[in-house]
């Protein structure tokens, strides 16, 4: 059963809400689409001590911290329950017990406040994130991913669909960083460590391969470059990672940035568009944006970074991808569930025997 016969809104007042990871959040959008208040809980103090996220311990923070999130977003937009009109909530991708817990409790509050429940895909929610802060940004444009979890290249097109034109073979980008930051001692979450470690040291000192894969290829693939980080680093005398480790940083984010920059760009060029988008969490990389920044300027692309705070996880980006989903009629069933291994609707159609990831389909 959909809740269909409640005569919704057009623009309803919707309450977002994501827990798919180690952020619990939760945001207020107005029926202006405007953010009316966005509340994040991170975990890192749980999960900083075992140097990545445990998933058993976050569902369980979830938990705890779930409805004081919720009830926070709705005091800091002036507004009390009855005046939500829609639930969003992330059923997917991302850890199951953690995804769990989101889905429940938006199901719940859907129910008891007798309003349409929306279910976001949380990288349609990275992906609403650039229009935000720029609701006439154009398309056709192509759109980078860059996560913890993903770094997939899509074009978008003007009704919104989405067509998958690269993605990573093996670690996300996001997870490069953070496998680099525990080989250099620099402690969870490791982008945000590298990034300011990063500022101090020089690009060019020490050098790291750059993996373009096949000519033309839209793939990426970062696990070698971690590797060769590994080895360089276990190379080194104690005393000479002391001295180095600034540098290090600052060329193994360098490798990445080059990379991400150069595929994207390349795909801009493929797809004859004139916007790119780059969001997900480690688009909140200093040097990423800078160097982005640059290129689009002197290529003449408009760009869309979404602030720092949209890049990483949040509910904002959920609002939003719920309220284009809601426009839609997209309305969730009562039995929704939490699907870990959600996938977008473009990257099973990449899947078919059809697809040539490396090729110009579409160009
Ligand atoms: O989008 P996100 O918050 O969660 C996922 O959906 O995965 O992305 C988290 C990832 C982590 O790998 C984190 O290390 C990385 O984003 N990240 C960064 C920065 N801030 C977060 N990577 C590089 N530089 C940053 N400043
Ligand atoms: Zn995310």
Redesign the pocket.
Known sequence: MTPTSLAPPSDPVILAIET??D?TAAAVIGRDGLVASSVLCSQHDVHGRYGGVVPELAARRHIETVDTIAAEALRKAGMVWTDIQAVAVTNGP?LAGALMVGVSFGKSLAYALRVPLIAVN?LEG?IASAWVDQPDFPTPCVVLI?????THLYLVRPDGALQLLGKTLDD????A??KA?KILGLGF????A??RLARTGRVDVVKFPRPYLKPGSLDFSFSGLKTALLYDWQDRSQPARQETVADVAAGY?EAIVDVLVEKAFRAVRRHHVIALAVV???S???R?RARFTARAAEAGIRLALPS?AL???NAVMIAAAGRRAYSQGRLAAWDLEASAGLSLPADADASSPNFRSTGTRGA
């Open positions: 798919s990871c952020e991302g949380h990275h860059v996560s913890g979890g993903h996300a980008a996001g997870e960083f953070d930051a979450p490791g982008g945000p590298i990034d984010q997900g969490g480690v909140a990389n200093s990423l720092p890049c990483t996880d």
